[in-house]
């Protein structure tokens, strides 16, 4: 049974940092890239990073230099990393799982979903 289980949301303060994971099992890992997506009430889901088997990393770019994502293989989980917090990053944070060709962060190429954790941010 596939499962994809976040953890590490809540809340924080402008300018703060948090840390989500995502374990993964019940499929075969190495075989597949992970993606963090978000989305926020109203708005349409959005791709945030992503990474390869081998380690490549891909962000969106209202993320780029303030998010990283890395991941622990030995252990199936990959993380996110959020600094320089903003409001506007307040969402539920979903991992996923991709074993597409092409290396993106568009939501359908992603075969397996987390049920998400919920980031808020504010003062």
């Known amino acids: 049974q596939v499962k994809l289980a976040e953890s590490g949301g809540g809340s924080g303060q402008p300018g703060g940092s948090l840390r989500l994971s995502c374990a993964a099992s019940g499929y075969a890992y190495s075989n597949y890239y992970m993606g963090w997506f978000r989305q926020a009430p109203g708005k349409e889901r959005e791709g945030v990073a992503a990474i390869s088997n081998v380690g490549t990393t891909y962000y969106a770019v209202s993320v780029k230099g303030r998010f990283t994502i890395a991941q622990d293989n030995a252990k199936r989980t990959v993380y996110l990393q959020m600094n320089s917090l903003k409001p506007e990053d307040t969402a539920m944070y979903y991992c996923?799982?991709?074993?597409?060709?092409?290396?993106?962060?568009?939501?359908?190429?992603?075969?397996?979903w987390g049920q998400g954790t919920q980031v808020t941010v504010s003062s």
């Open positions: 996923a799982a991709s074993d597409a060709a092409g290396f993106s962060l568009r939501g359908e190429y992603f075969a397996f």
